[in-house]
């Protein structure tokens, strides 16, 4: 494969920050024999079973761009923590490549390595990794003091970090007097503050309860807002990946399974196993408006009366329609009542019985929200971008998706 | 049990510390010459030059501090030094002092890095392992023969003796200290890329600290338990006054003398075990 070696940050990137291509870890002697069977196609427990030797991670192959939350999700034992530990090489691979900015890790000496770590990768762990020895500052500045940075420097650089992360207030204290969210954030103000290209997170946040962590996932986001760091984070828990990836990686056994956008994982599961995964995921956090809404029936304000109206309505069984003009520009809708007796009048066009109260929604509103729109609604919920009707959602399409069927992925020809 | 004959182990053993006493010499010299000057100048113009009263208000001052403000060592170290001087006993308390504090300092010098030699390759721990059982479970008196080789009589074979049979818990607290450091600090040190001196320095001694001093006050204590041994070969203290009370029968004299180890001992205890606090506890 060709490849741009890019090392200076001004020029355009046209690799992804990281490649990862056939990777493979072999626990065990003699691991480089087991390889080959991997190259065959056997499974974990065969190998095990033949060579005593466990797969770790099994030739991943991924790409993780710029600015990309790519999350790797897996119950334990899949492979998930070897296989972050082998992107800054704190596992050796047993074969495969690793490329940070079009370089190659796993072919580095030990001072090239030791350099990338430094300035490209920072790691957050999941039981916080601080030194109790050290106070909150003292960690923060922990990275930047290993490169030499001057005392002063590293010091006003930790201290931005840790009020990014909201523990301004905290820095002299020790890592044993703050609670474990605390904590975690300072392990995120240590990871950030040598201003990495790329943040490996390993379960960061799954030692912390339920609310500590859901308040993490937002200010993470909220600090990737405005951050745009490439992070690399796992978890072994789906709706944490639903929630925070831009796109999934799904690893069993030491393999990826799937790798897609949370969308693409829960409306395509690619084998059984992921599909018995997404089972029991609250769809209602993931889905959004895109997924359920339906071709909407309108009539144009413009060529059409009443009688139009109330024929279509009559076919399609509406009590209801949608009223657009050419340019599919949402105008109203009009009511089966209001139209009859429009048509009882003998006017000639809908401007007069035009309802402009409508329930709207946008592509990407998640369904979550629709459930009260869509209950307070006596019509059906127009999806809308850009004054366009993009379609409709009816009640029974909510109901429909959460139960799992009826979705589509990129909505539909409109 | 006739068809070996009984091999010449002693001889071997012999004729090697023979070899080592006549090839070494010029070193085992300098040793016991200037080495022993110098501990003599500690114990008999530095702490003997001391005046009592003022020697017993600082350590009583130190205690105060040291165990957090409390009076309880405050009292016990200025009662226990009192009585000590009281018996007429100070200058063998000086050079006892001396004595077990030239022994730990060379124990910890040597045995720190050895610890750290010992956690950092599995190699070393299995070589170390059955040397510093050896050295432990050999009985002390058996130092002593060496000892006088190398070294005559005197002050210098003691601390020799004492050195050997006192390294072994600090090589040993070191290693155990620094492979108690989780495993996900090391990560994260590896992870910001840390070279093997900054992982050390940084995250591994001080982690380790606390075990380690924890070993170099087992290191104290059994440098002070070779006190009596020592002073058969020579080496002046204490010791010696509990000697003479063995010869010449006189359980008060050797009773006293053993009581003013034991206070020394205490002090010394309960100074490094108050000295023993890690940052972040």
Known sequence: MKRTIINKKEEVRDVPIIQVENLSKIFGKNAKKATKYLDEGLSKD????????????NRASFDVEEGEIFVIMGLSGSGKSTLVRLINRLIEPTEGSVYIDGQDLAKMDSKDLREVRRQKLSMVFQRFGLFPHRTVLENAEFGLEVQGIDKNERKEKAKKSLEMVGLGGY?????????????????????????????????????????????????????QESMKKTILFITHDLDEALRIGDR??????????????????????????????????????????????????????????????????????????????????????????????????????????????????????????????????????????????????????????????????????? | MGLIPKLPVAEWIDTATEWTTDTFEFLFDFIKEDFGDFIEIVAEDWLMGIPIWLFIIVVGVLAFFVSGKKLGLTAFAVIGLWFIANQELWEELMNTFTLVIFASLISVIIGVPFGIWMAKSKMAEKILTPVLDFMQTMPAFVYLIPAVAFFSIGMVPGVFASVIFATPPTVRFTNLGIRQVSHELIEASDAFGTTGAQKLFKVQLPMAKKTIMAGINQTVMLALSMVVIASMIGAKGLGQTVITGLQRAEVGTGFVAGLGIVILAIIIDRFTQNLNTQRGD
């Open chain 1, 46 to 57: 065969d190998i095990l079973e033949k060579t005593g030797n466990t797969v770790g991670v």
């Open chain 1, 171 to 223: 820095i002299h204290q020790f890592p044993g007097q703050l609670s474990g969210g605390m904590q975690q954030r300072v392990g995120l103000a240590r990871a950030l503050a040598n201003d990495p290209e790329v943040l490996l997170m390993d379960e960061a946040f799954s030692a912390l309860d339920p609310l500590i962590r859901k308040e993490m996932q937002d200010e993470l986001l909220e600090l």
């Open chain 1, 248 to 414: 999934i990686a799904l690893m069993k056994d030491g393999r990826i399974v799937q790798i897609g956008t949370p969308e693409e994982i829960l409306v395509n599961p690619a084998n059984d196993y992921v599909e018995k995964f997404v089972e029991d995921v609250d769809r209602s956090k993931v889905l959004t408006a895109e997924n359920i809404m339906k071709r909407p029936e309108t009539v144009d304000i413009q060529k059409h009366g009443p009688r139009t109206a109330l024929e279509r309505m009559r076919k399609e069984g509406l009590s209801s329609i949608y009223v657009t003009d050419a340019k599919r520009n949402l105008h109203g809708y009009v009511t089966a009542d209001d139209v009859s007796h429009a048509v009882k009048q003998d006017a000639d066009n809908l401007k007069g019985i035009l309802r402009t109260d409508v329930p709207r929604v946008e592509p990407q509103t998640p369904m979550q929200e629709i459930f009260d729109i869509i209950h307070d609604s006596p019509v059906p919920v127009a999806v809308i971008e850009e004054g366009k009707l993009k379609g409709v959602i009816v009640r029974g399409a909510v109901l429909a998706a959460l139960a799992g069927s009826e979705v589509n992925l990129n909505g539909f020809d409109s």
